[in-house]
């Protein structure tokens, strides 16, 4: 380890790397959200120098989140999702269908799958994250996952012969997936091991709240509950849960996470251990804690340090998140070894669910108090009529969750996108401006002047 992180400090250029400049070149690897949103951001900027997008996706980028409601339900075809590349004035280098296997730090290079090497100067780190699958799925017995768009464009054509669903894991994809399936007039079993639904994405009120809902649709639910085995003989598949139960089903979905997708980093020294370890301005960090040279990471694979979410070291899988962050990357990239601004993201996200629309701001962590308001208190179906709960820590609001209460969402969000985190790192940098240096055409005038 030690020798790894000591080849990076050695290798590492000797310039300062705030003189990215127009004979440089930026790689980035990924074109979701984040990729997309740093080599806009580069340009924006003013960065004049090449920028090549490796992605592994031979289409170009498309809206992943179409993948667990219109595409299952049919509303939208893979060719309404697809967003494609960039719009040619950001003269942006896309290199599509090629995935990244490897990566030199020394010689700073990126191999892709084709043999093919690409030279960086900079580096945007955005692969984003794959789903998992333990060894028990394996054999005839792999169910579908939902993770792309041909994935979800599986599952659509096999619900045409299916009318018995399990789904595995009952996180937002999960429970979106079952809302989307039940409409079709579907069965559909869904296992989750938590006593309620979307734990890990909502608050205890909201999710309770929701389970009660899915359950009142017709799902038959399985709370508590793991796979401990599953066998399938053609298109009938038996799972056998931990408590012995049996659930026989036309159709398996496993929706249950997905982790970074880092396999490609190994070897270089990057900090890997859990998801592209980064410091608050998501430049990557070594295995010894130190800032990897001209290196940032954005989307669901960073882990950084955001001072929304109380400076815990924290991975955001969101949509908003994952631009926000591209944004960010580029602009730490650019700022080169000079101090920078945090990125600090502000967690948002919804779902629409049963008719009920579910929105999340902020920090909505087990620890801060929960204050719950009603619109209607009493009314027998309060998600119906709207619940709202806001999180504090101390006097400070810090998150806000709706149910059904689209109006009283927007006005608390608000006041907590205007706000500040309390949060302090240890030791906060300066903020500086973007170096003008930068900005230069003619290649000369490129020094760091924040
Ligand atoms: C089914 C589903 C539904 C979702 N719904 C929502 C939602 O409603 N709201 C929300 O906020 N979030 C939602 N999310 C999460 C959201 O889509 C992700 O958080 C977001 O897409 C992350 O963006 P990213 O750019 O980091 O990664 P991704 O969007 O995963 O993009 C990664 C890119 O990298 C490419 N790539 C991967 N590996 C390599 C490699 N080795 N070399 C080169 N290229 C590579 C891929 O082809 C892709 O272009 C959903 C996710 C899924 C799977």
Redesign the pocket.
């Known amino acids: 380890m030690q020798r790894r992180a000591a080849n990076i400090t050695r290798l590492a250029p000797q310039r300062s790397l705030a003189t990215l400049g127009p004979a440089d070149r930026i790689v980035i ?7 997309t949103a740093a080599g806009e951001e580069l340009r924006r900027l003013g960065f004049r120098g090449q920028i090549q997008l ?4 031979p289409g170009g ?1 498309y809206d ?2 179409a ?3 219109g595409l299952i339900t049919g509303a939208q075809r893979p060719k309404d999702a697809r967003i494609g590349v960039t719009d040619k004035r950001w003269e942006i280098d896309w290199r599509l269908g ?4 490897a990566c030199d730090m020394n010689e700073r290079v990126v191999w ?1 799958q084709t043999g093919e090497g690409f030279r960086f100067d900079g580096l945007v780190i ?5 789903p998992m699958l333990n060894s028990m799925w394996s054999g005839a017995a792999v169910p579908h996952i ?3 768009i041909n994935d ?1 464009w599986e599952i659509r054509r096999g619900l045409r012969n299916a009318n018995r669903v399990a789904i595995v894991g009952g996180g ?2 999960g429970c ?1 997936l079952a809302c989307s399936i039940r409409g079709m007039g579907k069965d559909v079993t869904l296992i989750h091991p938590r006593d309620v639904l979307m734990n890990g994405v909502l608050d205890g009120v909201a999710a309770k709240l929701m389970t009660d809902e899915h359950a009142e649709d017709g799902v038959d639910l399985r709370l508590g509950r793991r796979v401990k085995a599953a066998d399938r003989i053609g298109a009938n598949w038996t799972l056998t849960l931990d408590d012995g139960s049996r659930i026989r089903a036309d159709m398996v979905v496993m929706t249950a996470g ?1 982790k970074p ?1 880092i396999a ?1 980093l190994a070897g270089t020294g990057i900090d890997i251990s859990d998801g592209v370890v980064c410091d608050d301005a998501l430049r990557v960090l070594d295995d010894e804690g130190a800032v990897v040279p001209g290196v940032v990471a ?4 960073a882990k950084w340090p955001n001072r929304w979410m109380n400076g815990k070291n924290s991975r955001c ?6 631009l926000e962050q ?1 944004q960010a990357a580029a602009r730490s990239l650019l700022a080169g070894d000079a101090p920078t601004e945090s990125a600090i993201l502000l967690p948002r ?3 629409q669910q049963l008719g009920l629309r579910i929105q999340v701001c902020g920090d909505i962590g087990n620890d801060t108090e929960v204050r719950r308001l009603d619109r209607r208190p009493g009314h027998r179906k309060p998600a119906r009529t709207g619940v709202l709960t806001c999180h504090y820590r101390g006097k400070d609001l810090v998150g806000v969750v709706a149910v059904n209460a689209p109006t009283e969402f927007v006005t608390v969000a608000r006041e907590l996108l205007y706000s500040k985190p309390r949060f302090e790192l240890s030791a906060p940098r300066q903020p500086v401006q973007v170096p003008t240096g930068v900005l230069s055409r003619d290649g000369r005038r490129l020094a760091a002047t924040g």
């Open positions: 690897v990924g074109g979701g959200p984040a990729g490796l992605c592994a996706d980028s992943r989140p993948c667990s409601k090629r995935t990244a296997i892709a955005a692969n984003g994250a794959r939902v993770h792309d979800a937002f994809t979106e997905e997708d490609w954005a989307g669901a694979l899988g969101q949509w908003i998140a994952a591209g996200y919804w779902t």
